[in-house]
């Protein structure tokens, strides 16, 4: 054999080999992506109300890629927050147990802010760090408020990365803003010193809030692209649409609802923005994503807040409006499209579900509330959440068992008055009656004598800690 015939010999082999490699190569990677974990995705919406989107019922707020969302996915009726104020809520959402059990509630200051010296505590496992002890890379962008001190930021708490606002976007108010509620009506950039942080550092102050919801959308679709090859998890919070209103200049005047409608457009926009690119990248039938709210709308703002469609009160009450959630949960060719959910639902299941579809397993050394909704979401079972305590601070004003809700202590939404105490409790049939106008106290005494078991049971097993929103800044914790 000659020389070249010999050298035409090698390379064929050595092609041969070379494509041999690439299809050992490919066949890994595609044995790797069935084998890997679901990402998730949990969209988080504040002071959201039930009725503010189409797909709920609004009637002039648009919001086709939610919508398309819930068409793709399911949507839950009856999916509640553990609390009707931020703090709580999102300690409730990222521990998978009631804030009481953390002290991340207090009645005399509803949530943190930047005088506290109180925020998340260590032993405490979140589901960020719950992830990234199964090899999932986690982020979080948007608001934070578990805690504005180094320790408490996301980064000491199982986020690989932060970019956010670490508080509500009405706080720092400067001394030169105008008084009272004229600055949420024409609401300027430069009425709130509100820091904007990667990671530990401050990246802007004040926050430039008409862009805010658009960088928190870029800096979560540029996370999947650049980990794509992994399994990760997002936790994208938005600002809005807590007061002050704000929203990009491409959002302006963009729909019938007015400021208040843009904001909710401009998070749709959002949404779609995500969900696109996972399609884009081929991450969607691997990809779980929720979407709900911290709580309800505030109402004391007027056309400035949302709306609670035909549910009682708002922002800061135990009844319905300030609870209830409207969610969405969608993870193509897993979750059967179209489905309307009508089990019971909270944001902190999406904690014990996420953990269970990554293969983790939930902290055993405490108190989990968070339930594992997987049946649902699969179609091949009920839900196995049959209560729902309702707390305002420390306080147990309400309990749900099944379709029955019994409320112990009644009080308006934030801007209301004060509480009552009921000796019988008052009680709602919410499947019957979501909007709780008929009290039917009187035909099921033996539903109330059941409830008052439940909240025994619940009390005997509960050891509250200090709450930690009542630390001053500068005190040891």
Known sequence: MTKFARGIQHALLLSCLCAAYSLLLAGDKVRAAENRPPNVVVIYADDLGYGDLGCFGHPTIRTPNLDRMAAEGMRFTQFYSAAPVCTPSRAALLTGR?????????????????????GIPAKEVTLAEA????GYATAHFGKWHLGHLPQFLPTNNGFDEYFGIPYSNDMDRVNDAPRGRAPFWDPKVKYWNVPLMR??????RPADQTTITRR????????????RDEPFFIYLAHSMPHVPL???????DHSRRGLYGDVIEEIDWSVGQVLETLRKLKLADNTIVWFSSDNGPWLIFD???????????????????GMREPTIAWWPGKIPAGRVALDLGSTMDIYATSIKLAGAKLPTDRIVDGLDLSPVLLGTGPSPRKTMFYYRGTRLMAVRKGAFKAHFITQSAYGGGGPKTHETPELYQLNHDPSEKYNVAA??????????LEVKRHQAELNAPPSQLEIPLGKKK
């Not at 002290?103 to 109180?118: A, E, Q, T």
């Not at 992830?131 to 199964?134: A, D, E, F, I, V």
């Not at 056309?303 to 549910?311: E, M, P």
């Open 303 to 321: 056309t400035h807040g949302g709306s609670a469609g035909l549910l009682r009160e708002g922002k800061g009450s135990t009844w319905e409006g």
């Open 246 to 252: 704000f929203r990009s200049p491409e959002f302006a």
């Open 131 to 134: 992830l990234k002890s199964s």
């Open 199 to 204: 990671n530990l550092k401050v990246a802007e």
């Open 98 to 118: 009631l804030p009481i059990r953390s002290g991340m509630c207090s009645d005399r200051r509803r949530v943190l802010f930047p005088n506290s010296g109180g």
């Open 443 to 452: 035909d099921h005494p033996d539903v109330i004598a059941d409830i008052r």
């Open 216 to 227: 928190y959308t870029e800096e979560a679709t540029k996370f999947i692209g650049a980990h």
